[in-house]
């Protein structure tokens, strides 16, 4: 009896273990789930139809892995990529992106603009600002984008970004 209680205890972890890899999947989090299907297989090899299941979604997962990245070469590349990444709220892999954006043009009023944003994004305010009015510093014209920028609506209402911006 207990012998059968534990091999049911121990199917009911591997779906658990089969479902949470199915559902990073689906979230298009590939890495996650490459990484959670690989455990599953190991840790779970007796019931061979689920396992098969999971080597072939494993199979896509690394596929699209390999498909997702990216060779990114000079400040385009890196400018333009980390405007995909902020669409797919990925704001670390933005911020990444443009601060090698920087390298290439580390006077280029535009990239300080979208780490504002980015920043502005992910709720870190005080960095959004500072960012904003190197950008502004760099090219003026910002600041009318800024004052329009649905991102920094959280910003609007400051009074350093209404100075950043010349709102007063």
Do not use: C
């Not at 005080?126 to 190197?134: F, G, Q, V």
Request: proline residues 1%; glycine residues 4%; hydrophobic residues 40%.
């Amino acid at each position: 009896m207990r012998e059968q209680r534990s091999k049911k205890d121990e199917y009911q972890k591997g779906l658990a273990a089969f479902g949470l890899a199915v559902k990073e999947f689906q979230k298009g989090e590939f890495e996650k789930a490459a990484v959670s299907f690989k455990d599953f297989i190991e840790k779970f090899p007796a019931d061979r139809e689920v396992v098969d299941r999971a080597k072939a979604y494993l199979a896509i997962a690394q596929k699209r892995l390999k498909k997702d990245s990216v060779t990114l070469k000079g400040f385009e590349d890196h400018y333009r990529y980390a405007a995909v990444k902020i669409n797919q709220k990925d704001y670390a892999g933005a911020v990444k992106l443009l601060e090698k954006a920087l390298e290439y043009k580390e006077k280029e009023g535009l990239v300080y603009y979208l780490l504002a944003d980015t920043h502005s994004l992910m709720g870190q305010t005080d960095e959004a600002l500072e960012l904003l009015k190197k950008a502004v510093q760099k090219d003026k014209n910002l600041a009318v984008l800024a004052q329009n920028e649905p991102d920094f609506e959280a910003l609007w209402e400051d009074k350093k970004f209404k100075l950043i911006t010349k709102l007063l």
